[in-house]
């Protein structure tokens, strides 16, 4: 932890230097708040934060928190499996095969030996920033984003595959589609892939 400070009238934030810190930390505070030791209404994860919201008295629960020991770091995955079936079909995955200096089916079949994890979702409702990429797999940005992405288009960005739950501007490399719902407001909980969930992605 590297921070932590109120974030609004019944918040707090703590601040992580880096993603492996903010999923130790989430899996912390979800195990205390599981054991009654932890009175939040909601843990959310980010890229390098983690806000904790829906608290009684914030200032005595960062007392608490300072007195914590430091969380065991991120062990493997171990959260529930969720498997995607995806047609590689993206324009951008000739782009990334030809940065990976792979061929095209390469690629492919190395998205799908990589068991992928949800550090924290954003950006839309549904939309779950995947980790478990090798930094040497990082892919940049588009210079310029698509006004529009379809739905269920599979993606890469920098470290982090994705997902796009509904059409939206993005400006990620699309490597795939899946006809896979994520986002439905008559599912509980509405979002099929959560912050721990395991990813894997399979070839159609």
Request: aromatic share 6%; proline share 11%.
């Amino acid at each position: 932890m590297t921070g932590l400070r109120r974030a609004g009238p019944s918040g707090l934030l703590i601040e992580c230097a880096d993603g492996a810190a903010v999923e130790s930390w989430r899996a912390e505070l979800w195990r205390r708040r599981e054991a009654g030791q932890l009175a939040a209404a909601e843990i959310v994860p980010g890229a390098r934060s983690v806000l904790i919201d829906g608290l009684a008295d914030p200032a005595a629960t960062a007392v608490a928190i300072a007195a914590w020991p430091p969380p065991p770091a991120a062990g493997p995955a171990s959260g529930p499996l969720v498997e995607i079936p995806v047609r590689f079909d993206g324009e951008d995955l000739p782009a990334v095969a030809e940065l990976w200096a792979i061929p095209v089916p390469e690629a492919a079949r190395r998205l799908c030996a990589t068991e992928l994890r949800v550090a924290f979702c954003g950006f839309a409702p549904g939309f779950a920033y995947l980790t478990g990429l090798p930094a040497r797999w990082a892919v940049p940005r588009l210079d310029t984003p698509r006004a529009r992405v379809p739905a269920g288009s599979v993606a890469l960005a920098g470290e982090y595959a994705g997902i796009y739950p509904s059409g939206s501007p993005g400006g990620w490399r699309l490597v795939g589609r899946t006809e896979v719902t994520l986002f439905d407001l008559d599912r509980d909980p509405p979002a099929l892939l959560a912050p721990g969930t395991r990813v894997r992605l399979v070839e159609r």
